[in-house]
């Protein structure tokens, strides 16, 4: 199955500060999230991201997909911003789903005021 | 609103006592899914289900079920629950393919003594 490996595993900032988060994957995906799970559990969904480049306030993402990675720029941190962000990966055939996202382990962030 | 809806979101239960964590979805998705989140193993996919009717085993299928009689629900039942299946569950589902990401429940925290 397809590999999905995050660095860094952990990250501390201060609040502030810009980090980058990159997610690296084994095989050719049709679809590509990021999600943040905040200190509830819960998992939010940050982008939707199979190729290229979004923003959406102080965060962005880029996936090169074929050098099989893609990156999450969080600038200007916030206490706020602190939790584990998820990469996870689909591949699809002929557009239909396999239906199974694959995740990677995660990063850590911790924002200090 | 669009959304995918857990409950309960916290449970503790007795080892042998059945149980069902009900998911529905509001958005007409033909894809649900569960997922079991644990520390050092990250999220692994339980069942998934690309259509009514239509389900599938996933990565830890052992110690559950599920089923698709509508469109909408895709309950997660545990008929005998162990203290393994101490564990964050989440729902997740997408219209299916390429294009299209998932979206995730806010997640069932289950405590089996």
């Known amino acids: 199955g397809i590999q999905v490996e995050q660095s860094p595993p952990d990250l501390i900032l201060q609040e502030g500060a810009n980090s980058t988060l990159r997610c690296n994957f084994s095989?050719?995906?049709?679809?590509l999230q990021w999600f943040h799970q905040n200190p509830w559990g819960q998992l939010i969904n940050l982008f939707y991201i199979p190729s290229g480049t979004k923003q959406n306030g102080r965060l962005s993402a880029t996936t090169v997909a074929t050098e099989r990675y893609s990156l999450l720029y969080i600038s200007s941190s916030q206490t706020t911003d602190s939790g584990v962000y998820f990469c996870a990966v689909e591949r699809t055939a002929g557009g239909t789903s396999y239906g199974k996202l694959t995740f990677g382990q995660g990063t850590i962030l911790t924002v200090h005021p | 609103e669009a959304q995918v809806t857990q409950n309960p979101r916290y449970l503790i239960t007795v080892t042998g006592k059945k149980l069902t964590v009900t998911c529905s979805q509001n958005m007409n998705h033909e894809y649900m899914s569960w997922y079991r989140q644990d520390p050092g193993l990250g999220l692994r996919q339980i069942y998934y289900?690309?259509?009514?009717?239509?389900?599938d085993k996933g990565d830890v299928p052992e110690g559950y079920k599920v089923s698709r009689k509508e469109k909408r629900n895709f309950p997660l039942i545990l008929e005998s629950p162990s203290p393994n299946q101490t564990s964050l569950y989440f729902c997740?589902?997408?219209?299916?393919?390429?294009?299209?990401?998932?979206?995730f429940g806010s997640g069932t925290r289950l405590t089996v003594v």
């Open positions: 095989d050719s995906v049709n679809n």
């Open positions: 289900s690309m259509n009514v009717e239509v389900t």
């Open positions: 997740a589902s997408s219209r299916g393919g390429a294009g299209y990401g998932y979206t």
